[in-house]
C-alpha cells in the first residue's frame, strides 16, 4: 500500500468528518485497510474506507456528512 492509494480517501474522509483529525483519520483508514487485507487477502481500499467511515461513526456517534 502507498501513501496515494489512501490520500484521496483519507479527503473525503476528513470532509465527511469535519472535527476529526487527519491523523487520526489516516491512523483509523490505516488500521481499516490492514484489518481487509488480513481478512481477504486482497487490498480493497474501497472496502476498508467504508469501514473505516463506519468506525468513524461509531467513535463521533454521528453520520457521515454526505
Do not use: K
Not at 47 to 62: C, D, F, G, P, S
Amino acid at each position: 500500500m502507498s501513501n496515494d492509494e489512501l490520500d484521496l480517501p483519507i479527503r473525503r474522509l476528513c470532509r465527511q468528518f469535519p472535527g476529526v483529525p487527519h491523523d487520526a483519520i489516516a491512523s483509523i483508514l490505516g488500521d481499516s485497510y490492514r484489518l481487509v487485507v488480513e481478512a481477504t487477502g486482497a487490498p480493497e481500499v474501497m472496502a476498508a474506507e467504508r469501514l473505516a467511515r463506519l468506525r468513524l461513526e461509531v467513535r463521533t456517534r454521528r453520520p457521515a456528512l454526505i
